[in-house]
């Protein structure tokens, strides 16, 4: 830790002080403090070690662990990096009230937020009881992860798990959910927009990668336009889907024999049951499997002009699935949000009007083939968003 007590009572950062006092004060063996338990704390450094405070073995302090000479270097240049800004930063605060300490505290006017630089994988409980104890004194949270959870399996795909799903539901912006990730030797933020699950352990997502020294706090939350790759990317994992094979136990095998019972088949699908739902409305079942039985069960007898009630389908949806489980209210808002922006159907209130345009279910997979990707690129045709960053900001965009 930084941050210590001194014999006269004074706070002390230890990186705002230079290696000559520093070493003084070690030959000299200055007594210092911790600030949250009191007990007696020392200062180790050296040519390999970020100088910091360490408690004496057998301490009972819950701030005891050593943090890591990565998780050192960040923090302090994190915590460097934010007080160019016009708010107050703090290193390492302690509230007692829930006895929690942030790695960087800020204020900007009312706002407070605690920053934290986590480098160590730990897991789901501990994560939301810590974002929700900054809630309960009024304090969001933003978490910057260390680049080594950073994992890039292709242009705009990325390596996830539950960890990284952890911070994506608990980001401050509900409906732009973000991921950031930050490389102390190499002094860049890369941040993560457009997320979109893909598989279990891939998602979709724009990266952009910020030099620390040129980017500004508000950057972090800029909502940026959606690449022009998407349509291609989202096309070559929906021709993954239709032509995977699996074993007898595997979720698309299961899918496939369900259909097959209805008169489908899986490969022949509309494009429609492979809708590209963002990360904050998904829910933990594949997007495919619960668009897919829509379309049987309500979708493909709909006929035109006919009329039904979004409560209705709501209830077709959890006939699949356990309602105290599962909460498809996102899911599904945004999923008719697609289908409305394709023509398919009218929202007006609570009731949805099936139009006239026609419902493709293909008969080959060279037909479903050509289909999405006539569909997707069509689809998702993106007006250019209003702000754009200057490119010269990054080192390397997507």
Same mark, same amino acid.
């Given at each position: 830790?930084?941050?210590?007590?001194?014999?006269?009572?004074?706070?002390?950062? @230890?990186?705002?002080?230079?290696?000559?006092?520093?070493?003084?004060?070690?030959?000299?063996?200055?007594?210092?403090?911790?600030?949250?338990?009191? *007990?007696?704390?020392?200062?180790?450094?050296?040519?390999?070690? /970020?100088?910091?405070?360490? %408690?004496?073995?057998?301490?009972?302090? @819950?701030? !005891?662990?050593?943090?890591?000479?990565?998780?050192? $270097?960040?923090?302090?240049?994190?915590?460097?990096?934010?007080?160019?800004?016009?708010?107050?930063?703090?290193?390492? /605060?302690? =509230?007692?009230?829930?006895? &929690? $300490?942030?790695?960087?505290?800020?204020?900007?006017?009312?706002?407070?937020?605690?920053?934290?630089?986590?480098?160590? #994988?730990?897991?789901?409980?501990?994560?939301?009881? $810590?974002? &929700?104890?900054?809630?309960?004194?009024?304090?969001? !949270?933003?978490?910057?992860?260390?680049?080594?959870?950073?994992?890039?399996?292709?242009?705009?795909?990325?390596?996830?798990?539950?960890?990284?799903?952890?911070?994506?539901?608990?980001?401050?912006?509900?409906?732009?959910?973000?991921?950031? =990730?930050?490389?102390?030797?190499?002094?860049?933020?890369?941040?993560? %927009?457009?997320?979109?699950?893909?598989?279990?352990?891939?998602?979709?997502?724009?990266?952009?990668?910020?030099? @620390?020294?040129?980017?500004?706090?508000? %950057?972090?939350?800029? $909502?940026?336009?959606?690449?022009?790759?998407?349509?291609?990317?989202?096309?070559? *994992?929906?021709? #993954?889907?239709?032509?995977?094979?699996?074993?007898?136990?595997?979720?698309?095998?299961?899918?496939?024999?369900?259909?097959?019972?209805?008169?489908? @088949?899986? &490969? %022949?699908?509309?494009?429609?049951?492979?809708?590209?739902?963002?990360? +904050?409305?998904?829910?933990?079942?594949?997007?495919?499997?619960?668009?897919?039985?829509?379309?049987?069960?309500?979708?493909?007898?709909?006929?035109?002009?006919?009329?039904?009630?979004?409560?209705?389908?709501?209830?077709?949806?959890?006939?699949?699935?356990?309602?105290?489980?599962?909460?498809?209210?996102?899911?599904?808002?945004?999923?008719?949000?697609?289908?409305? #922006?394709?023509?398919?159907?009218?929202?007006?209130?609570?009731?949805?009007?099936?139009?006239?345009?026609?419902?493709?279910? +293909?008969?080959? &997979?060279?037909?479903?083939?050509?289909?999405?990707?006539?569909?997707?690129?069509?689809? =998702?045709?993106?007006?250019?968003?209003?702000?754009?960053?200057?490119?010269?900001? =990054?080192?390397?965009?997507?």
């Amino acid at each position: 830790m930084q941050r210590a007590v001194s014999k006269t009572g004074e706070s002390i950062l @230890l990186f705002r002080h230079s290696q000559r006092e520093i070493a003084d004060w070690k030959e000299n063996k200055n007594t210092f403090y911790c600030p949250v338990c009191k *007990e007696r704390v020392i200062i180790r450094s050296g040519e390999r070690v /970020v100088p910091h405070f360490s %408690h004496l073995p057998q301490t009972a302090c @819950l701030f !005891s662990g050593g943090e890591g000479a990565y998780h050192a $270097r960040g923090k302090l240049q994190l915590f460097q990096w934010l007080t160019r800004f016009n708010m107050q930063a703090e290193l390492e /605060v302690y =509230f007692p009230e829930i006895s &929690q $300490r942030a790695d960087i505290f800020i204020c900007i006017g009312q706002k407070k937020i605690a920053v934290e630089f986590q480098c160590s #994988r730990i897991p789901q409980e501990e994560i939301l009881s $810590r974002i &929700q104890g900054y809630k309960s004194i009024g304090i969001e !949270s933003i978490w910057i992860l260390g680049a080594k959870y950073l994992k890039q399996k292709g242009a705009f795909t990325f390596q996830t798990n539950h960890f990284l799903d952890t911070f994506i539901h608990s980001s401050p912006q509900k409906n732009y959910p973000q991921l950031f =990730f930050y490389d102390p030797f190499l002094s860049e933020m890369a941040v993560l %927009h457009h997320l979109h699950p893909l598989q279990a352990s891939k998602l979709f997502a724009k990266q952009l990668i910020y030099p @620390l020294h040129k980017l500004h706090f508000k %950057h972090l939350f800029q $909502r940026e336009k959606n690449p022009g790759n998407f349509p291609k990317v989202w096309l070559k *994992e929906v021709q #993954r889907l239709r032509l995977k094979v699996e074993g007898a136990y595997g979720a698309v095998y299961q899918l496939r024999r369900w259909l097959y019972s209805k008169g489908y @088949l899986f &490969q %022949h699908l509309p494009s429609i049951c492979f809708m590209p739902i963002p990360y +904050y409305a998904a829910v933990p079942v594949p997007f495919y499997k619960w668009q897919t039985e829509l379309y049987v069960t309500w979708l493909a007898d709909f006929k035109a002009g006919e009329r039904t009630d979004i409560g209705r389908v709501k209830k077709i949806l959890y006939s699949f699935y356990d309602k105290d489980t599962f909460d498809f209210s996102d899911a599904l808002s945004y999923y008719l949000q697609l289908l409305h #922006r394709a023509g398919l159907i009218d929202i007006q209130s609570s009731s949805i009007l099936r139009t006239k345009k026609e419902i493709i279910c +293909y008969s080959s &997979q060279e037909q479903a083939a050509q289909g999405d990707q006539s569909f997707f690129y069509s689809f =998702f045709t993106e007006k250019k968003a209003k702000y754009e960053h200057d490119s010269s900001l =990054f080192r390397y965009t997507k």
